[in-house]
């Protein structure tokens, strides 16, 4: 059984306050990235930036507040989109996994995930061609205030 690591209270408060901050830039640091996912019920698209780390085959994010709504629905679905350092990737074959070893994350990490007692993780393998940049976007990808200045910069100023 996957058990809540970190208080509930704090889960709401990262997902109203916390997430709506580091939504935007979750996607470009080191160590984060945003999934895309839909609701199981209402199939709403939902973006969670989470703590997610590469291995092998794929990726893995530890459950620090156990199996919540974002996990469930990557799990109902079979899978999810990572937006990780400006790309998009296509995650398959979700899976839970219990280990107190912390083997999978970065050593590092596997302090910080030991000191809060995380054990649970979820593992995604990496689809054929996940790797690939969005093939919808027609600019290079670039971080969110790259793209402001960007525009901004391009926006005529009226005479004056």
Not at 89 to 103: F, K, M, N
Not at 123 to 142: F, I, N, Y
Request: proline residues 10%; charged residues 25%; aromatic residues 6%.
């Amino acid at each position: 059984m996957v058990a809540m690591v970190l208080p509930r209270r704090l889960a709401r408060f990262n997902r109203v306050v916390t997430n709506r901050v580091t939504g935007p830039l979750a996607g470009w640091l080191p160590g984060f990235g945003v999934i895309i996912h839909r609701g199981r019920r209402s199939g709403r698209e939902y973006r969670t930036p989470i703590n997610i780390f590469r291995t092998s085959d794929g990726y893995v994010a530890a459950l620090t507040y156990g199996v919540t709504d974002w996990a469930r629905n990557v799990l109902a679905a079979g899978g999810c989109e990572l937006e990780i350092r400006g790309r998009r990737a296509r995650l398959t074959s979700p899976r839970l996994v219990h280990d107190p070893t912390r083997r999978d994350m970065p050593p590092v990490v596997r302090q910080v995930v030991g000191m809060i007692g995380a054990t649970d993780f979820i593992h995604l393998r990496s689809a054929p061609d996940a790797d690939q940049v969005d093939a919808t976007r027609r600019e290079p990808a670039q971080p969110p205030a790259a793209r402001r200045a960007a525009r901004s910069r391009s926006t005529p100023r009226p005479p004056p």
